[in-house]
């Protein structure tokens, strides 16, 4: 597979939400970076470290023939020349039925030629307020 970079973080990240959603694995792939330094941690799953595992746990998410969709808000991003973090709010709906709410951190890294993803790490999302300040879903606990 060749592998070409994405000229900005933000295009990466496009990319990733649009493999997610059309389950294609070959973009999926082209949006992570092909060093075997990336990590992937979905939803209660466990930590995924390098290409195979991330690449084998993609296919076996995007195999089952579920139609999702997402709608992103409360991005924030970082960004230096190398490293971009961004992080947000996923609501994802799947087959038509809204999921709970999650929160995810998605990092980029710059390798000189493009911006690829490096880390994807989702987890269920206990508090989030609306755009008024009130809590819209599930409690107000942390873990640590």
Not at 36 to 52: K, M, N, T, W
Not at 85 to 113: C, D, M, T, W
């Amino acid at each position: 597979m060749t592998v070409h970079g994405f000229a900005s973080a933000q295009e990466a990240e496009t990319a990733f939400y649009e493999a997610f959603e059309n389950a294609d694995l070959e973009a999926m792939m082209q949006v992570w970076s092909q060093d075997d330094d990336i990590e992937c941690i979905h939803p209660l799953g466990d930590r995924l470290v390098g290409i195979a595992a991330v690449s084998e746990s993609w296919r076996q998410i995007l195999s089952r023939g579920k139609r999702i969709q997402f709608q992103l808000r409360r991005s924030n991003r970082f960004q230096n020349e190398q490293l971009a973090i961004h992080s947000l709010y996923e609501n994802i709906s799947i087959g038509g039925k809204s999921q709970p709410p999650v929160v995810a951190v998605n990092i980029y890294r710059f390798n000189g030629s493009g911006w690829h993803m490096i880390l994807h790490h989702a987890s269920p999302a206990t508090s989030i307020k609306d755009e008024s300040g009130k809590h819209a879903a599930g409690t107000d606990r942390t873990i640590h």
